[in-house]
């Protein structure tokens, strides 16, 4: 059903450029949602704060998280200024200083988890394979939270896991989509599913450019999209 054309969306800050190829897909995505839903014309009001994805990178394999945290709080600083009522992190990864952005912007934080886990509770499924950068499948910002809310997600054994992360900073996140690293995400996810995963989260925003729904027996939860999903609809939710 479409809305009411007068009503504007709700302006959305986006802190993006972690990577730049996934937050192309998060600026269409967004768009589309907002037309999709109100016709005519209509498009998503948004603020994209791009960063530089190159000291963050530098910073995280440093294990400098407060370091990136600063930058990313930095940049979020302006869109209350500017109008904006939330913030969307259009990344896995980062959302390891969540807090920080979320203290530093003023504003509400639209959660990637959160989106995520809404979709894999709302089919009925308590245990899902989840891949990501190494970062959020070793440690515990992202799992935990999607434990909080009902859903036990399990990673690759520690080789997977490193080729996993080795496809996303040296191909993904460059736009190098690769039929061999389909094929390594492919044989990683059966195997997850032969250990008892009943779907597939996808928790990092590059991912979906190189495997999706047809590569896996199980169904297959895209963060990104997911995440995207929701920002829509609060976008076009009363402003509170």
């Known amino acids: 059903m479409k809305s009411d054309e007068t009503r504007a969306p709700r302006l959305l800050g986006v802190l993006g450029g972690m990577s730049w190829t996934s937050t192309e897909i998060y600026y ?9 839903r109100l016709g005519g014309l209509h498009s998503a009001r948004l603020l994209v704060h791009s960063v530089d994805f190159e000291p963050i990178a530098a910073r995280q394999h440093a294990g400098d998280w407060a370091g990136t945290a600063e930058i990313l709080a930095e940049a979020a600083r302006g869109f209350a200024a500017a109008g904006a009522e939330g913030v969307l992190l259009a990344t896995n990864t980062m959302h390891k200083v969540a807090d920080q952005v979320e203290r530093a912007a003023g504003l509400p934080l639209l959660h990637i988890a959160d989106a995520t886990a809404a979709a894999v509770t709302a089919a009925g499924l308590e245990r899902v394979g989840f891949l990501g950068t190494a970062y959020t499948m070793e440690e515990s910002f992202l799992l935990d939270r999607l434990a909080g809310r009902g859903v036990e997600a399990v990673v690759p054994p520690a080789p997977a ?7 996303i900073y040296d191909e993904l996140v460059r736009d190098v989509v690769r039929e061999t690293s389909r094929a390594t995400y492919r044989e990683i996810m059966a195997d997850l599913v032969t250990d008892g995963a009943e779907g597939m989260i996808l928790g990092c925003t590059e991912i979906g450019l190189l495997v999706g729904a047809d590569d896996t027996t199980v169904p297959v939860f895209d963060s990104t999209r997911l995440h995207a999903e929701a920002a829509v609809d609060w976008m076009l939710s009363p402003s509170r």
């Open 28 to 36: 269409r995505l967004l768009n589309v949602g907002v037309a999709e």
């Open 161 to 167: 896991r490193a080729e996993v992360h080795r496809i």
